[in-house]
T-cell receptor
Framework: KAGVTQTPRYLIKTRGQQVTLSCSPI?????VSWYQQTPGQGLQFLFE???????NKGNFPGRFSGRQFSNSRSEMNVSTLELGDSALYLC??????????FGPGTRLTVL | AQSVAQPEDQVNVAEGNPLTVKCTYS??????LFWYVQYPNRGLQFLLK??????LVKGSYGFEAEFNKSQTSFHLKKPSALVSDSALYFC??????????????FGTGTQLKVEL
């Protein structure tokens, strides 16, 4: 069974631009969560989608948004990028609560 | 609000010796606790979880963790460390009162270094 895939793996953007990251969950998993990992703030929860609906949301500004499609694939978007948005963005999928499988992440660098 | 503390930024241990990586938590309801490991430039790999039941949980790669409700701790242990265990370890908690979702709160991580 294929694991969680995230595209692209690496991304370089400049301040003010926007970016879209993609996550394909494990087949059959309906929950997708997103996390941001930075050296300073560690791992922080962004949001979770389940059956195309946002189920949980972390404490991030409105520049961070996401969505989930009917095939459970998810995208997250960051608008008006700031230097502090440079991070590893991790996606996790889940078939049931309390069992998440993480993808390799997308490394975003904002210049 | 839920929180997790990993008091040690780094733990050094000799290969073959037992290892312990510490974790304490704070939640409003019953805790669901997890350990993940991260190798350089990789995502998180699940090691083990405590949901309910036996306080000693056994996981992948010979790791185990002990849930202690009175001390609100969930320390990760392994009887005999391997050099290949060297990685970044994260403890995480989900509060049952957060609803039906998968929101995890992570600790700051502990870098484990196993030396020959």
């Amino acid at each position: 069974k294929a694991g969680v895939t995230q595209t692209p793996r690496y991304l370089i953007k400049t301040r003010g631009q926007q970016v879209t990251l993609s996550c394909s969950p494990i087949s059959g998993h309906r929950s997708v969560s997103w996390y941001q990992q930075t050296p300073g703030q560690g791992l922080q929860f962004l949001f979770e989608y389940f059956s195309e609906t946002q189920r949980n949301k972390g404490n991030f500004p409105g520049r961070f948004s996401g969505r989930q499609f009917s095939n459970s694939r998810s995208e997250m978007n960051v608008s008006t990028l700031e230097l502090g948005d440079s991070a590893l963005y991790l996606c996790a999928s889940s078939l049931q609560v309390n069992e998440q499988f993480f993808g390799p992440g997308t490394r975003l660098t904002v210049l | 609000a839920q929180s997790v503390a990993q008091p040690e930024d780094q733990v050094n241990v000799a290969e073959g010796n037992p290892l312990t990586v510490k974790c304490t938590y704070s939640v409003s309801g019953n805790p669901y606790l997890f350990w993940y490991v991260q190798y350089p430039n990789r995502g998180l790999q699940f090691l083990l979880k405590y949901i309910t039941g036996d306080n000693l949980v056994k996981g992948s790669y010979g790791f185990e963790a002990e849930f202690n409700k009175s001390q609100t701790s969930f320390h990760l242990k392994k009887p005999s460390a391997l050099v290949s265990d060297s990685a970044l370890y994260f403890c995480a908690v989900r509060d049952e009162l957060t609803g039906g979702g998968n929101k995890l709160t992570f600790g700051t991580g502990t870098q484990l270094k196993v030396e020959l």
